[in-house]
């Protein structure tokens, strides 16, 4: 092998591995993409978290559009965005707030909710992770948009605030409505 092609190699291989680091740069990390936007809600049946007896399952959320959070009480991101899901959910009470509580202690979760006030219409309990395993979760907090069909229709990774709801959410709500 010549030199010219021996020094060619590295050349190519270097500039192929800043295009791939240039690409990576340019993408917004919270828009993951995801195989269930535009499919069903999986089917679960889990119990409830005020009341472990009562049993909730997907049918149980058609029929209006549903935020459905996976939260913890381990979860750090989970506590910075926790108010403002508080603020919303009192304001866009037309939209059924669901908890998804995530591998998290069911005692720690209720009384997290009681001291800082809870969001959610319901919270539904996932001790083994086995529901966000279904939903694809990578780890809380995520969020779902879900048509009034059950059809999931938008996935957020990370913190939901006011700048995010405003561009993002509530350009989705408003099309499904």
Known sequence: MNNRVKLFIPAVFFFLMLGLLLFGLGRNPNQVPSALVNR???EFSLPELNNVTTMINSEDLQGNISIINFWATW???C???HPYLVEISEREE???FIGVNYKDDLNEARLFLEEKGTPFR???VDLDGSLGIDFGVAGAPETFIVDS???IRYRHVGVINHQIWEDTFEPVINRLK
């Open 75 to 77: 979860c750090p991101p």
């Open 40 to 42: 069903p809600l999986p």
């Open 149 to 151: 069909f059950g059809m």
């Open 122 to 124: 319901q919270v539904i």
């Open 79 to 81: 506590h910075v965005e």
């Open 94 to 96: 037309d939209l059924n």
